[in-house]
């Protein structure tokens, strides 16, 4: 393994010393998060509530397998807006999928929200010019992967709560977002349907359970970082006066980025209290801000920039670049950890063409391991969340599906989860491990068309709770037409 401490100053040692003590967390540490974590989701589904919102999302069961049709999917992420086209086919678990990307401006994450609505139908526009052009189209049913908090009192339909992960567009939150993008569509002239407004957790859930029936949780380790699952009608208090079946499946979208707001539990280092006050909604999002890839870079170059003024590293070098906030991100992060060299090369390269900082070589190792510290730290609190709803729910073994840039790409951020589950639980070495933290299909793709097809089939089916003007959907869709003959 690269990196060693033997000649590293008793000084540096000592800082290292310190960021090993305030960024460990403890096997004690995690079991008092997940219990904690544990009541917070169950509050979250009080009438009263909590601080994770715990927002039903009106996607009413698993797919079978052999839902079928034509769907347009959304997803408005952070850096990219993808726009897919999939049809489901008559074979069990088959999907056939086009898609575009379009990248979504950095400004328009400040900007207002007529630019924003405009630029997605904007590009939903283009996608269907050049995927059908000349054709006289029915509306498209649309499952759009709206990805912040928002609240539903039904699928078509999203009053966001607030952003989060850097967003900040003035006169959306608070409101109902379907109803200016469905007229920047009519503007338009897009022949498109919303059918399902859904978070990324759900969509990873259901897509991931249409191929593997041990599924149970959907989660995202990415810009931010979230979990949906499936719970019955029964256990959601602040749903009672809806009078559901009790026993009726419902997923919820638990927004567990919002844990710990008010800071009970949750490890926090001085870095994480300024990361929060700077942000442009400082009190929220308090776990989020400790684990997903936004910030990850960040909390790593507060640090050295702390570390700098107090004249423990960098000595007389000029650190304006690493002044600069967010200007490191979390596959900065990735290539420290992957430096296969003995003298962390790579890692010199690195911090000399990005940040104009040459280092030391104990000062190359204060970084490896700070890296190490950030990055493992993130992956054992994420495991608290996935242990809190398996706790909750009493599951013992089954799949989480999980997608992200984290998940996917962070270095060790996979095993450092497995590896937490099990001192959670303490589970025995040398066993399969019978939470499974895997790879997810394709949430905002597959997972929004299969909740949009399961949302026409339950109007087919006259089972129309939380669906708003359920009569409008049906209307000369192409899924709905195949879908009505095989009725
Ligand atoms: C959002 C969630 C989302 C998660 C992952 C969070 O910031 O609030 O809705 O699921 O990021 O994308």
Redesign the pocket.
């Known amino acids: 393994m690269p990196g060693s401490m033997a000649n590293v100053p008793k000084d540096l040692l000592q800082q290292i010393q310190h960021l090993e003590e305030i960024f460990t967390v403890s096997t004690e540490k995690m079991k008092e998060i997940t219990d904690h974590f544990v009541r917070e989701l169950t509050k979250g589904l009080t009438v009263e509530g909590g601080s994770i919102p715990m927002n039903p999302t009106w996607c009413m069961g698993f797919p079978t397998g052999y839902e079928t049709g034509t769907f347009l999917a959304l997803d408005m992420g952070g850096t990219n807006l993808r726009v897919c086209e999939i049809t489901l086919p008559e074979e069990k678990g088959e999907f056939d999928i086009i898609q575009s990307k379009y990248r979504m401006p950095e400004e328009l994450k400040t900007g207002t929200a007529d630019e924003l609505w405009g630029y997605i139908a904007d590009c939903l526009q283009q996608f269907i010019e050049y995927h059908h052009e000349g054709e006289d189209l029915d509306e498209l049913p649309l499952g759009f992967t709206f990805?912040?908090?928002a609240t539903q009192d039904y699928i078509n339909h999203g009053v966001l709560q607030r952003w989060?992960?850097g967003f900040d567009i003035d006169g959306v939150e608070g409101k109902d977002v379907v109803p200016p993008f469905e007229a920047a569509l009519a503007e338009r002239g897009v022949p498109i349907k919303l059918t399902a407004l859904i978070?990324?957790?759900t969509g990873t859930l259901i897509a991931s359970a249409y191929t593997d029936t041990a599924m149970k949780v959907g989660c995202?380790f990415?810009?931010?970082?979230?979990a949906a699952y499936m719970e019955t009608c029964g256990e959601v208090p602040k749903l009672a006066h809806m009078k559901l079946d009790p026993e009726t499946p419902i997923a919820i979208?638990c927004?567990w980025?919002a844990f710990d707001n008010e800071h009970v539990v949750l490890p926090r280092t001085q870095y994480d209290v300024i990361i929060d006050k700077e942000s442009p909604r400082p009190g929220q999002?308090a776990f989020?801000k400790m684990i997903?890839g936004l910030y990850l870079g960040e909390v790593f170059r507060l640090v050295l920039v702390d570390l700098y003024e107090k004249s423990h590293i960098f000595e007389g070098q000029d650190i304006a670049k690493l002044k600069r906030a967010y200007s490191l991100d979390a596959s900065f992060l990735s290539s420290i950890e992957e430096d296969p060299y003995e003298n962390l090369s790579e890692t010199q390269d690195l911090l000399a063409n990005k940040l104009s900082i040459q280092a030391t070589r104990p000062e190359l190792e204060l970084c490896r391991r700070l890296a190490e510290l950030i990055g493992t730290r993130a992956a054992r609190l994420s495991s608290c969340g996935v242990a809190a709803i398996a706790k909750k729910k009493g599951w013992e073994s089954f799949h989480v599906g999980a997608d992200?840039s984290v998940f996917n790409k962070y270095p060790h951020f996979k095993t450092r989860g497995a590896a937490a589950l099990r001192e959670i639980f303490d589970w025995p070495k040398g066993k399969r491990d019978p939470i499974d933290i895997r790879a997810a299909e394709d949430g905002s793709g597959v997972g929004a068309a299969l909740i949009a097809a399961l949302t026409l089939k339950r109007i087919q089916e006259g089972n129309v709770a939380g669906i708003q003007h359920p009569e409008t959907m049906l209307k000369g869709t192409k899924a709905a037409d195949k879908k009505s003959d095989q009725v």
Do not use: L, M, R
């Open positions: 990805s912040y908090p989060t992960k978070n990324d957790t995202i990415g810009t931010g970082c979230n979208n927004e980025g999002q989020e997903a992200g």
